[in-house]
């Protein structure tokens, strides 16, 4: 994302002559054999290992030392849309197609939506809340605001909480297809040539704990999550509202007792459809006032796709490392000023830029808003 | 096909897809006169690809916005060949 490097490219998990886009932001060269036995495989559907694998990474480079009162006081929160999507259609296409009168037993456990949030807790022996949200679009965003106020409230000590997603299978690629927002070619948020979103997956965690605890413990710190809001549109189940943005946005000011004016970069949710794109440009104008034209804005989706229930999880991923390592991502594949979207979207190129506060936007269809805070740490 | 006979099917589908009579829409009604919003449009594509057994590109859904609109590019369609078969951009 430093580079503006695009991981979209021609599908290759699905039949792309069977499809009117044939290019994704695929996980290419996934082994799950590099993380899990056979055994452990066939009871994991690819979104499932993606967040096992991504909490896998996060506790390590948290250096979580587990004891029984910290795994009775940890939280695990994730966020999935479509959870074992793969599954079901593999299931499905023997049952319908295929005339096999019998289906997997293991498509259950495979299937369902906690089945990342219920392998993390197998694998770090976590017996505190877990539990999983899906709200589209938005789930991973929801999945850790939720975390962030049960590490805050003081409810749990720590979460585990973020975001995976594994959706490349026709039936649901078809389905995306009808729906008329796939862009055939690539993904360019706020660019005025903008055709459509390009669908992605992968997966994101976090691990969240109070700050003074993670500075007493001398763990290694990407930055703090500071507010959360959310709201519904309660206007149409797929056109986006501008309404229900500007509530979220100013939710999460709220929420973070920040100002509008101390927010220098935000992570949009920047779809690159035709309605998201300039909603979300009138939301922005409408909450930051004149310090709009002073934003830095862009969509990593232009680099790694739209990830849908993953989304908010990797686009946290990327707001925290921005902030900590100072390097703004870019909004890529960038060609033409659209007077619709007429903010600062970091065109193409990173911006060094060291900001102190920053926000994440995720709008899902259904008219649900999740935005997180974040503020740069300097531990 | 006639243009008349092409309206009148498409008068049907839209009233299906709707739930509304069909004396409601005639072939000057505009999408936005009869309420017919984004997530509406494409569901009435999707039931004209499936009665004519052809596909719309993304692109000519997008210009779609009225009766008229919806049987002149079925009629190109179907007078071009085009859209059939396996579907790619």
């Excluded at chain 1, 709009?292 to 946290?316: C, F, N, P, V, W």
Aim: proline share 4%; charged share 20%.
């Amino acid at each position: 994302m430093q580079q503006g490097r695009p991981g979209i490219a021609p599908l290759e998990q699905v039949d792309r002559s069977l499809l009117r886009f044939g290019n994704a932001a695929e996980v290419r060269g996934w082994d799950p054999l590099r993380y899990f036995d056979e055994k452990e495989i066939g009871l994991l559907d690819r979104f499932a290992q993606f967040g096992a694998v991504a909490a896998r990474e996060a506790v390590a480079d948290a250096a979580i030392e587990w004891t029984t009162e910290l795994r009775e006081n940890t939280a695990i929160v994730t966020g999935s849309c479509v959870g074992g999507q793969n599954t079901e259609d593999e299931g499905f296409v023997n049952l319908y197609r295929n005339n096999i009168p019998r289906v997997n037993p293991l498509t259950i456990p495979r299937t369902m939506e906690n089945a990342a949030a219920s392998r993390i807790s197998l694998e770090t022996g976590v017996v505190g809340p877990t539990y999983t949200i899906s709200t589209a679009c938005s789930s991973s965003n929801h999945a850790i605001g939720q975390a962030f106020w049960m590490v805050r409230s003081g409810a749990v000590r720590m979460a585990i909480s973020g975001g995976s997603e594994a959706i490349f299978s026709l039936g649901f690629l078809k389905a995306w297809e009808a729906m008329r927002v796939v862009s055939p070619d690539t993904c360019r948020p706020f660019s005025k040539d903008r055709r459509g979103l390009i669908l992605g997956e992968g997966g994101a965690m976090l691990v969240l704990e109070a700050l003074d605890s993670a500075r007493a413990r001398g763990a290694k710190i990407h930055g703090e999550i500071v507010g959360f809001g959310m709201s519904s549109d309660a206007f149409h189940i797929t056109q986006p509202s501008s309404d229900g943005a500007v509530r979220a946005i100013r939710a999460a000011l709220s929420d973070a007792a920040l100002q509008p004016e101390e927010i220098a970069y935000i992570n949009a949710h920047g779809t690159a459809t035709a309605a998201n794109d300039a909603t979300e440009t009138a939301s922005i104008r409408k909450v930051f006032g004149a310090h709009a034209d002073r934003l830095a804005i862009s969509s990593t989706k232009s680099m790694h796709g739209h990830t849908l229930g993953a989304a908010g999880a990797i686009e946290a991923a990327a707001t925290l490392l921005a902030l900590r390592h100072g390097i703004l991502p870019p909004t890529a594949n960038y060609t033409q000023p659209d007077p619709a979207c007429d903010l600062d979207v970091i065109p193409n190129q990173a911006r060094h830029a060291q900001v102190e506060c920053a926000l994440s936007n995720s709008f899902a269809f259904g008219g649900l808003n999740a935005v997180l805070a974040f503020r740069r740490s300097d531990s | 096909m006639s243009n008349e006979e092409l309206t009148g099917r498409v008068r049907a589908i839209i009233a299906a897809a709707q739930h509304v009579p069909v004396d409601k829409i005639t072939p000057d009604s505009t999408f936005e006169e009869l309420g017919i919003d984004s997530l509406d449009g494409i569901n009435i594509l999707f039931a004209v690809e499936s009665e004519f057994n052809i596909n719309i590109p993304d692109d000519a859904a997008q210009k779609i916005g009225s009766v008229r609109d919806v049987v002149a590019g079925i009629a190109a369609l179907l007078e071009s060949g085009g859209g059939k078969g396996p579907v790619r951009a």
